[in-house]
Structures are given as structure tokens and as C-alpha cells.
């Protein structure tokens, strides 16, 4: 809120599930459930706090998406599926309300490369969740320090890091060619998985 005067300046939707696997292995409930959270808790989020930012006139939602918003993602499918409608929502969103004259009311969408929490940590095994370390493994921090810089600067889409977004807009742009390199993403995060294993085991359990 801002200081001394009651107002919503900030509002971060961060919540998100990972499932992992084959799309057609998900059934109905657990596809839902994905969306629930991923997808329609966000746009409920915004939502919210875009009524209160409309009405005082200013505002700032910054929606914590992922780099699955900007690619299809394999053995992710569903969770990328719901941070494209994410990512979808929030840039139309965005659009509208500056159709309706909303100046200094903002949404901003922050898509970083695999974090190291503990949505990922049981998965250094998962066949399914090799996108998520193909890449930079950030932390939690690093994320967070990106997203205080966003607050202060907002912009519609920041990906982190910024050449992982290059990366994967490249790809998307070329859905023939990211269909041909996914053996070799494959193989580049089980490579990550391998890695980050080690990281993370202490030096007498090796």
C-alpha cells in the first residue's frame, strides 16, 4: 500500500502447481486443478486489485508467470498451457486498460527460467520436468530481486534471464524447429537435473 494513505500500490500473484507428464496422463480433476490455481487464481487476483487500482487511479500487478508462458514446454504441457492463458490475460488486460484511459494503472508479467524451490526439488528424477532444467537454476532471491526492480519499472513482460527469453521466443516463433530440438532439450535437462543433484547433495551423501 502507499504510505499513510490507505492505497493498493502493488499487488504479486505468485501461487502455481507443476504437474509433470504426458498431457493425455492428466485426468479431468487434475487438469482443472492446474488452471484453478495457475490460471484463474491470478486472473481472480488481478481482478481484485484492479478494481481498487481503477477507482484510485493508479496501481501496479505484477504477475509471476514463467518461461512455460513463452513455449510450449515438454512433459509440462498443462502447466504451460496455463501460464500462456496467464500470460495472455494479463498483456489483453493491460491493452484494455489503456483503451479506457487507464495511464498509471499497470500489469507486468515476470517469466523466470526454473527456480530452485520446493516445487522442484522431489524432481531431479522426473522424466517430465526436464524443461525446467534446461536452463539457469535461480533461486527464490534472485527472483525476488528481479520483481522489486519490475515493481520500480514496469513493463509488460520481463523474462529472466533475459537471454533464456530470447531463447525460447526464438523457438516459438518456429514451432517446426522446437518440435525437431526436443531430443536434444530433452537430453540438456537431464544434463540440468544431473547437475542440480549434485549441487545439492552434501559432499558425504555422494
Not at 36 to 49: K, S
Not at 94 to 107: C, E, F, N, P, T
Not at 166 to 181: H, I, K, T
Request: aromatic residues 4%; positive net charge; hydrophobic residues 45%.
Amino acid at each position: 500500500t502507499a504510505a499513510g494513505r490507505g492505497e493498493l500500490a502493488l499487488w504479486v500473484n505468485n501461487a502455481g502447481i507443476l504437474v509433470t507428464g504426458p498431457s493425455w496422463e492428466h485426468d479431468g480433476p487434475t487438469r482443472q486443478r492446474v488452471f484453478d490455481v495457475n490460471a484463474l487464481g491470478a486472473m481472480n487476483g488481478t481482478l481484485a486489485a484492479l478494481a481498487v487500482m481503477r477507482e484510485q487511479g493508479h496501481g501496479h500487478v505484477l504477475n509471476v508467470v514463467s518461461l512455460a508462458g513463452l513455449i510450449a514446454a515438454p512433459g509440462e504441457t498443462v502447466y504451460a498451457a496455463s501460464k500462456h492463458a496467464l500470460l495472455a490475460f494479463s498483456l489483453g488486460t493491460l491493452s484494455d486498460l489503456r483503451i479506457a484511459g487507464y495511464r498509471r494503472v499497470h500489469v507486468s508479467c515476470l517469466c523466470p527460467d526454473g527456480i530452485w524451490t520446493p516445487m522442484l526439488h522431489d524432481r531431479l528424477d522426473d522424466p517430465g520436468a526436464v524443461a525446467s532444467f534446461t536452463g539457469s537454476m535461480l533461486t527464490a532471491q534472485q527472483v525476488a530481486a528481479r520483481a522489486v526492480r519490475l515493481a520500480r519499472r514496469p513493463r509488460p513482460v520481463v523474462s529472466l534471464p533475459r537471454w533464456r527469453g530470447a531463447q525460447v521466443r526464438l523457438l516459438d516463433v518456429l514451432p517446426g524447429l522446437a518440435v525437431a530440438l526436443t531430443p536434444i532439450v530433452q537430453a540438456a535437462g537431464r544434463a540440468g537435473q544431473r547437475r542440480q543433484h549434485r549441487r545439492s547433495t552434501p559432499p558425504d551423501r555422494r
